[in-house]
């Protein structure tokens, strides 16, 4: 009973970290639009450098050391 037990404590926990990642990737992804969107607006204004140090920004906000990381 105790191995059934924490077999299913594991699989829980595997299941909440997996909607956790979900929820990030989520998130990051709604952020990368948001920043996209407001450079196009940046670009329609012809504020150039705005949209650029606004993408600049978004990417060294994104994790992509810790992916590599994951694997």
């Known amino acids: 009973m105790t191995d059934l037990s924490s077999a299913l404590e594991k699989a829980i926990r595997v299941?909440?970290?997996?909607?956790?990642?979900?929820?990030?990737?989520?998130?990051?992804n709604r952020d990368l639009?948001?920043?996209?969107?407001?450079?196009?607006t940046d670009i329609d204004r012809k504020a150039?450098?705005?949209?650029r140090l606004?993408?600049?920004q978004a990417l060294d906000e994104m994790?992509?050391?810790?992916?590599?990381?994951?694997?």
């Open 15 to 28: 299941e909440e970290l997996r909607r956790e990642a979900l929820l990030g990737a989520m998130l990051l």
């Open 33 to 40: 639009r948001t920043a996209i969107r407001t450079a196009i």
């Open 48 to 51: 150039y450098n705005e949209a």
């Open 54 to 56: 606004g993408l600049l």
């Open 63 to 71: 994790p992509f050391g810790q992916r590599r990381r994951e694997r």
